[in-house]
């Protein structure tokens, strides 16, 4: 037995406080000094416990390796700094701020903490465990799929095994009980001024935070029967609804007042996206079955329902996806199944990657992205996506249609100008479902993960209709997981911008003249972005990737087979094919008709509103005609001209049965020993691979 085994180290509970300081004896503040300037810290950052000659696991097909540096342990992550080396391509220049590398994990994505010694059973660390042994290995199972394992040198009988390891485990539940305070941590705050002296080399794209853009992108889509609101400027409509809202532009503001008492959350009905061929996505929260609306106000609501279309598609979208909770539980077991620790045995792996029903999720939210896409092209019409409370399934589904109707939304910059627009400050509680700060265990639900899925679905059936790649998808997964950027920290543009002390220049609405701001007194501008001058921090976004990556690594974000749209609806095979199915042909062409669109099918409303009164208010328009009329006019709208389906130009339909949709191996299984693999490819053959598997899909 070593000696090493026989002593015992007491974790202590961190008070809950301010964040873990450093060590107070000048021997330690020199030895501090040291590290930090050896390790690139970030403003605000120092450096806890350093332990040099850590070899770093790394296990491919090729077998098991190791790379040699130095382990880190900061008041804000865990980092590994490999050793230079002749040809190390792994040692790489990290980015200006040296705020991400793959050998890095933030402190609030670590998952659990595990110690390992040969003479002795593995030891999972929280913050009162009893350490009875040096570790010889320390392994992070991370949030985002990775494990990182690290092996100290002298078997067991390194003291700065223990010391880096304790050091870890404090810093992670200080971490944990300053979780609400995090805004104002020293490091935090001092990001702004990292971010303002790096120059963005993003694409340029809408933040959705000022007039002026939400005026470009609805010029942008042509929608010409829309305005731009500012009714909720300063969300005294809604606090879960952005500053600006895209609404009929014959109908005023203090009409429109009248209907955000009568949703769930006040989230009223407005525009999403507007198609080419006439047709308008729109998106609401549930009707607010307790309100007494007056007449006017169901005016309003209908004016905003049906938006100058004789028809409105109502889409449940609960109806045919998974509720938050089922999205959460499938991926707890998802996550479990991935881990390399998994129990399962190989043989059942693929049974119990279906008993998970991850997969059956994705193929719901691809298929009845495409039924929604589909009526959209098919004739000018309104769509309005409708949930409970507006802020979950609708953001996905709203993306996800876009995505395959709008080539624009393929690209990075209207890709990310999208996320903006539909998850962003449309009020996704990201703080909740995601969970970054790990103060809320029961409203955690990866809704906004499973749409990348999906898009990395839809990117392996049309590898060339996408400007990004596979690389870029995975930064954004990993993205979400880090607590320094606005975008994923915050649970509506309301409390962003309190957190944030950010207030933009008073914007006032003429209808004549158009927007006139004045002069941005106390906002910067630069390179597109907006920063507050002074005052309290302002935190970026995690669109700003050069903080991030390096030049190299972003280059690797844009696909080299990327072609624009070619004009004509795309499949899997690549063939052209007419929109719409057995199920959708049969949509009929009636006016002042509402429809309910759930399971695959439309069937007629004959009341609109939960309401006392709830039937269609103007007279001039007709009810729903019955079930039995449904297909016989849709068979004789389709004859005419008028009714001909709509060929809307680069819109893809996926397929969604079958082997088609598959598990996300780069993602899901990168702490696999036997398929892992870090963000970018470091090797050649890894290069080789990728370039091979890519002429595969586009020779198919």
């Keep these: 037995m070593l000696s090493g085994s026989k002593n015992s180290f007491k974790i202590q509970q961190h008070k809950r406080g301010p964040a873990l300081r450093g060590p107070k004896s000048s021997d330690m503040n020199s030895r501090r000094n040291r590290n930090?300037?050896?390790?690139?810290?970030?403003?605000?950052?120092?450096?806890?416990?350093?332990?040099?000659?850590?070899?770093?696991?790394?296990?491919?097909?090729?077998?098991?390796?190791s790379i040699l540096g130095t382990l880190y342990c900061t008041n804000l992550r865990v980092a590994f700094v490999p050793e230079p080396a002749p040809g190390d391509t792994v040692g790489a220049p990290r980015c200006s701020t040296g705020l991400h590398s793959e050998h890095d994990v933030v402190l609030p994505c670590v998952g659990r903490?595990?110690?390992?010694?040969?003479?002795?059973?593995?030891?999972?660390l929280t913050a009162g465990s009893?350490?009875?042994?040096?570790?010889?290995?320390?392994?992070?199972?991370?949030?985002?799929?990775?494990?990182?394992?690290?092996?100290?040198?002298?078997?067991?009988?390194?003291?700065?095994?223990?010391?880096v390891t304790l050091a870890i485990v404090q810093a992670q539940e200080s971490s944990n009980a300053s979780a609400g305070t995090w805004y104002d941590t020293g490091a935090v705050k001092n990001l702004e001024n990292a971010w303002l002296s790096t120059e963005s080399s993003s694409p340029p794209m809408l933040l959705f935070e000022r007039p002026c853009d939400w005026e470009k992108e609805l010029r942008r889509l042509g929608a010409a029967g829309w305005r731009v609101s500012p009714v909720n400027?300063?969300?005294?409509?809604?606090?879960?609804?952005?500053?600006?809202?895209?609404?009929?532009?014959?109908?005023?503001?203090?009409?429109?007042?009248?209907?955000?008492?009568?949703?769930?959350?006040?989230?009223?009905?407005?525009?999403c996206w507007h198609h080419p061929g006439g047709s308008d996505l729109l998106r609401a929260a549930g009707f607010h079955a307790d309100s007494d609306p007056e007449k006017e106000d169901v005016r309003s609501v209908e004016a905003l329902?049906?938006?100058?279309?004789?028809?409105?598609?109502?889409?449940?979208?609960?109806?045919?996806?998974?509720?938050?909770?089922?999205?959460?539980?499938?991926?707890?077991?998802?996550?479990?199944?991935?881990?390399?620790?998994?129990?399962?045995?190989?043989?059942?792996?693929?049974?119990a990657l279906e008993g998970t029903r991850w997969l059956e999720h994705v193929r719901a939210c691809v298929r009845k992205a495409c039924e929604v896409a589909a009526l959209l092209a098919e004739r000018s019409r309104s769509i309005m996506l409708q949930e409970s409370d507006d802020r979950d399934l609708n953001c996905l589904l709203a993306s996800l249609v876009q995505v395959l109707s709008d080539p624009h939304a393929r690209t990075q910059s209207g890709f990310q100008s999208l996320l903006q627009k539909e998850w962003v400050v449309a009020g996704h509680p990201f703080l909740q479902r995601l969970n970054l700060l790990r103060d809320n265990d029961r409203e955690e639900s990866p809704v906004f993960l499973l749409f990348l899925d999906c898009v990395w679905q839809l990117l392996q059936q049309f590898p060339a209709s996408f400007e990004f790649t596979e690389t870029y998808l995975?930064?954004?997964?990993?993205?979400?997981?880090?607590?320094?950027?606005?975008?994923?920290?915050?649970?509506?543009?309301?409390?962003?911008?309190?957190?944030?002390?950010?207030?933009?220049?008073?914007?006032?609405?003429?209808?004549?003249?158009?927007?006139?701001e004045p002069p941005p007194l106390e906002i910067l501008q630069k390179g597109g972005r907006l920063a507050k001058e002074r005052g309290g921090p302002y935190l970026p976004t995690i669109w700003d990737w050069a903080l991030r990556y390096t030049t190299q690594q972003r280059a690797q974000f844009r696909n080299p087979a990327y072609a624009s749209a070619s004009g004509s609806t795309t499949v899997p095979n690549g063939k052209s094919a007419p929109l719409g199915g057995d199920k959708l042909e049969a949509a009929p062409s009636g006016n002042g008709a509402v429809y309910l669109f759930a399971k695959g099918a439309l069937s007629p409303q004959t009341h609109l509103f939960p309401w006392k009164n709830g039937s269609l208010s103007k007279k001039g328009w007709r009810q729903a005609q019955s079930s039995e009329s449904l297909s016989e006019q849709g068979r004789s709208s389709r004859s005419s001209p008028s009714g001909c389906p709509l060929q809307h130009e680069g819109l893809l339909l996926p397929a969604s049965v079958g082997p088609l949709i598959r598990l996300w191996r780069r993602c899901y299984l990168r702490g696999s020993q036997e398929v892992q693999r870090g963000l970018f490819a470091s090797t050649l053959g890894e290069l080789t691979e990728e370039l091979d598997l890519l002429r595969e899909r586009l020779g198919d």
């Design 36 to 65: 930090c300037q050896a390790f690139p810290c970030i403003p605000g950052e120092h450096v806890l416990e350093a332990a040099a000659h850590v070899r770093k696991i790394v296990r491919s097909r090729d077998g098991e390796g």
């Design 113 to 124: 903490l595990v110690a390992v010694n040969s003479f002795t059973k593995a030891k999972v």
């Design 130 to 163: 009893t350490l009875k042994f040096i570790p010889e290995e320390l392994v992070l199972y991370c949030r985002d799929f990775r494990v990182l394992r690290f092996r100290f040198r002298d078997s067991g009988l390194e003291p700065r095994a223990s010391q």
């Design 233 to 271: 400027e300063r969300f005294d409509m809604a606090t879960s609804l952005p500053k600006y809202l895209w609404v009929p532009s014959r109908l005023l503001d203090n009409e429109l007042k009248g209907a955000f008492g009568h949703f769930n959350a006040r989230r009223i009905p407005r525009l």
């Design 305 to 351: 329902m049906f938006a100058g279309h004789a028809q409105c598609v109502i889409v449940e979208t609960a109806a045919d996806l998974p509720s938050p909770a089922e999205i959460q539980l499938s991926y707890l077991k998802l996550r479990a199944l991935c881990l390399p620790d998994s129990s399962v045995a190989d043989e059942k792996w693929l049974s």
């Design 474 to 516: 995975v930064a954004l997964h990993d993205s979400s997981y880090i607590p320094f950027f606005s975008t994923f920290l915050f649970n509506c543009q309301w409390e962003r911008d309190r957190r944030n002390q950010h207030r933009a220049s008073n914007q006032i609405y003429a209808p004549v003249n158009g927007w006139r």
